[in-house]
């Protein structure tokens, strides 16, 4: 092992974590964190352009009223494999197990995660059951949607529902020790002197995310599993016809799958949190309201799963409450945008390729935020739940914030994970061109949501007025879809003949850029971290909340002595 | 290396601590069988009451003295108190069944067809 | 690769993974993470509680009927069983911690034991259930005095919750036994007490879950 290691250094003066093995078997069964988390930016990447193959042949089939070239079955399969495959295979394990694994330990200046190797085994039941999700698709594929509700799932398909739910369980274990790895790194790794309140807002998110993902999942994993039961050992739990309740499915779905909406955007704003900050230069204004706004978020998501069921003959009391705690989670939400947009406020705005994609993230969380208390709302809901206007709210917060989010963190951590620079030109072209072709797919939806079509709909002959706002969706599409492709070559560019990149090419603050090198060595830094300053600390005259930094330094040191006890 | 680690409050539980919670658990067991089975003087609601108090008291013990909850750190006590208040958070889902019976809502019932179409200036 | 410090590990020696820095934050982590994942399992079987509990209170009398149909006799041996299977395994973690490994093994054997000889009771329950036609699938045959749906429904929790902690059974075992032999064969992994309570704290895990199960499917009052 040890000669090996000394022939590496030589050959390769600057030995980082990349280039200290090159056998296939040092990837395949690394323990290195950062190793995990570049495995995982190849497969959600693969499963990316798996979902939006489907998303084309969905959007391609409506430019016409009559249908064009699907199936009405084939056209279900197609949109319920676009949901699932973008749902639990690209945007669950994205921004926190490609881009969160990579850079938490190195932000609170750890050398791994606390468990290098459950993280591993986490990537291979994602793969096993990325694998499974494949096969389903192989074998007929599925067609109940990405929320399988009872009695469709469990009754009437014979579609490959019972493999596409075991590959959705598997992957939520996968999820489930992602989060598990978080929290315990989170409490028991950080670096002397990285209190709670030095921690980057980033870590501050995927906490709060991978809480969530805790909490959550199981109740997802069971719910699926009876389904599962029912369609292989008959063991009936869903059914009618015994006296069960259909409708207690669509519950116990959507206690997880509605925090399942915060553990995509979450990371995401976290994300979010640092491009602002990095490339206005500025301390994240407020930075306490943000790191407890998360944490708030995922509280509060907790309790408002019932909005999606306003009539799912759920109770009208029932309603009332879940309606008035969603229009509750537009605080937080709305805390974070404040801030961010005070971050920016007299600082010295770049514009490079991330913080582009960071703005145009702003605009259209907005604009997702926004419309969903359209939906939040008891009796507008009962009119749009159901049409594409909902279709066109969740496309804005998954695709315009968690996606886009996600290819910003990608842009700003690439020179860090893979050590070249990429063209800023194409970068900051593609971050325009999904912004344009991004709002010309969904906005028309929003207007044909209003309209009424209904989402899920294969034929729309008996309204063709809809039809000139779906060629113009699909038109979008089109061009959102050149969007996605151009990071695909320029970033394949840089890491054939890109620019060696600096320690840090933003002049970002953080340990990530200030303490480890590009790309980083394979415990991640060369002598151990001690953090004196809090986080974003710029140079800056006005550093807004100064005289609240001694009372929270107070309140670290009581926390620290609690958990010690 | 043992005896560095029991100095940093790491706490052997004594055996006779173990054997009484044992004893404990097993009578609660008995005791519980009696109630439900063999004596059959319990009706439905107090019987519930009875068999899920006494399930809930032998779970407490197991989770403070096996599991070791009374002796370890704040932190493992947050998980263990977390975990169970969002258990019952999950039994949130409960409160949909038991209000549906108090539909309708009292003026929210639908007008009587008689009062359609409505006529402007009537509802004022 | 140094990545573990497993490779220079001298016997009697603790040993310390390359991510951490001492073994007190090793073994703080391993407890936070065992806590995390428990909590995850209460979660994981807390949906089938939650189905439980619906059912239960709409077709109370039809349940009851079943329940007695149940053989609490057999039941009630089981949980006995598991108490006991909890307290050795404790006793096994108080062993581990003072460096009796020749008792703490013996007393992991016992909870092997007692795991054992609660999965056999449960596949002679099972097993008069099934030539009873009360397997709850599509032949369900039903019982003359209950009301056939619902009875249906309960033999589909009954399989559905005791199956699945069936499953967690085994799965302790496997581990249980795992444990043993890494144990005797002093692997450089297992140099402390903190696999043994990982180990601990899942069974005792198991045993709660069963300390709900056997009032809520065998002693369900009238």
């Known amino acids: 092992m040890s000669a090996t290691a000394t022939t590496t250094a030589r050959a390769h003066p600057e030995k980082n974590y990349l280039n200290a093995d090159h056998t296939i078997a040092s990837w395949l069964l690394t323990t290195d964190h950062k190793r995990i988390a570049v495995l995982y930016l190849i497969s959600v990447t693969f499963f990316f352009f798996i979902g939006s193959i489907a998303a084309g042949l969905v959007r391609l089939e409506l430019t016409s009223s009559q249908g064009l070239l699907l199936t009405s079955e084939a056209y279900n399969k197609m949109f319920s494999a676009h949901g699932v495959v973008m749902i639990f295979f690209f945007l669950l394990p994205s921004i926190p197990a490609a881009i969160g694994n990579f850079v938490i330990p190195i932000q609170i200046g750890a050398r791994d995660l606390a468990f290098p190797r459950l993280n591993l085994l986490s990537w291979y039941l994602y793969i096993i059951a990325g694998g499974l999700i494949l096969f389903a698709l192989a074998g007929g594929g599925f067609d109940a949607g990405w929320t399988f509700y009872t009695p469709l799932s469990s009754l009437y398909s014979d579609t490959q529902i019972t493999i596409a739910l075991v590959a959705i369980f598997i992957a939520g274990f996968s999820s489930i020790f992602t989060g598990l790895n978080f929290i315990v790194t989170v409490h028991k790794m950080r670096a002397p002197g990285m209190t709670w309140f030095r921690m980057p807002l980033m870590v501050w998110a995927n906490y709060a995310t991978s809480l969530l993902m805790m909490l959550g999942t199981p109740v997802v994993a069971i719910t699926l599993f009876l389904v599962v039961l029912e369609r292989t050992l008959g063991i009936g739990i869903f059914s009618a016809e015994i006296g069960g309740d259909p409708v207690l499915f669509q519950h116990m779905f959507w206690f997880y799958s509605h925090p399942a909406v915060y553990i995509m955007v979450l990371p995401g704003m976290g994300v979010i949190s640092e491009l602002i900050s990095a490339f206005s230069k500025r301390p994240v204004f407020g930075y306490h309201f943000v790191a407890f706004s998360s944490l708030a978020i995922a509280g509060l998501g907790f309790l408002v799963w019932g909005h999606h069921m306003f009539i799912s003959s759920q109770s009208v009391y029932l309603g009332v409450i879940f309606s008035l705690i969603t229009f509750l989670v537009a605080v937080p939400s709305a805390i974070k945008v404040f801030n961010w947009a005070f971050t920016m406020y007299k600082g010295y705005v770049e514009f490079k390729t991330p913080m582009v994609y960071a703005i145009a993230f702003l605009g259209l969380f907005l604009i997702g935020g926004l419309t969903g208390l359209f939906l939040a709302a008891l009796d507008t809901d009962v009119h749009l739940t159901g049409t594409y206007f909902i279709v066109a709210h969740f496309h804005y917060v998954m695709v315009g914030s968690s996606t886009i989010a996600f290819l910003g963190a990608v842009h700003f951590w690439w020179p860090k994970m893979f050590g070249k620079m990429y063209n800023e030109f194409w970068g900051t072209l593609s971050a325009i061109v999904i912004f344009a072709g991004f709002n010309f797919t969904f906005f028309p939806q929003f207007i044909l949501g209003y309209l009424g079509m209904p989402r899920r709909y294969h034929y729309y002959f008996f309204e063709p007025a809809w039809e000139v706002y779906n060629v113009m969706s699909t038109m979008g599409a089109s061009i959102l879809a050149i969007g996605f492709l151009m990071p695909a070559f320029y970033l394949t560019a840089s890491l054939l003949n890109g620019k060696k990149a600096p320690q840090n090419p933003w002049g970002a603050k953080g340990l990530e850029w200030e303490k480890a090198a590009s790309p980083p060595v394979t415990f991640n830094f060369s002598e151990p971290v001690v953090v004196t300053e809090p986080a974003y600390n710029y140079p800056s005259a006005d550093r807004p909340g100064g005289a609240m930094v001694h009372q929270l330094d107070q309140l670290d040191e009581d926390i620290e002595k609690l958990e010690g006890d | 290396m043992a005896k560095q680690f029991e100095e940093h409050g790491h706490h052997v539980i004594p055996t006779r601590t173990l054997a009484i919670n044992l004893a404990w658990l097993m009578a609660l067991m008995v005791l519980t069988i009696v109630a439900a089975r063999v004596t059959h003087f319990l009706p439905t609601m107090p019987g519930n009451v009875v068999a899920m108090s006494i399930a809930i008291v032998k779970a407490f013990l197991v989770v403070a003295i096996f599991m070791g909850v009374k002796y370890t750190t704040n932190l493992a006590k947050l998980f263990a108190i977390g975990g169970f208040v969002w258990f019952l958070l999950l039994f949130g889902i409960l409160i949909d069944y038991f209000s549906r019976p108090w539909e309708p809502v009292k003026g929210w019932e639908p007008l009587p067809s008689t009062s359609l179409p409505r006529t402007p200036g009537v509802d004022e | ?222």
């Open chain 3, 1 to 222: 690769m140094a990545e573990h410090a497993a490779h220079h590990h001298e016997p009697g020696e603790d040993v310390v993974f390359g991510q951490y820095e001492t073994i007190e934050q090793q073994r703080e982590s391993y407890i936070v993470g065992m806590w995390t994942f428990l909590v995850t399992e209460v979660m994981f079987f807390g949906g089938l509680f939650l189905v439980y509990t619906l059912y239960r209170w709409k077709y109370a009398e039809v349940w009851h009927g079943m329940s007695l149909h149940l053989n609490f006799w057999l039941g009630g041996i089981n949980t006995a069983v598991l108490l006991l299977s909890s307290f050795s395994v404790a006793w096994a973690v108080q062993r581990a911690q003072v460096g009796d490994t020749k008792n703490q093994i013996r007393l992991l054997w016992f909870t092997v034991a007692c795991a054992c000889t609660f999965l056999v009771i449960k596949f002679i329950e099972y097993r008069e259930k099934i030539v009873h036609g009360l397997y709850p699938d599509w032949a369900y045959q039903g019982l003359p005095d209950v009301e056939f749906g619902p009875s249906r429904l309960f033999m589909s929790l009954y399989f559905a919750m005791t199956g699945l902690h069936g499953v967690h059974v085994l799965v302790g075992i496997i581990v249980i036994t795992t444990l043993i032999f890494m144990t005797k064969a002093k692997a450089p992994s297992i140099s402390d007490y903190i696999p043994t309570e990982m180990v601990a704290l899942y069974w005792h895990f198991v045993d709660l879950v069963w300390i709900f199960l056997y009032p809520l499917f065998y002693l369900i009052p009238a």
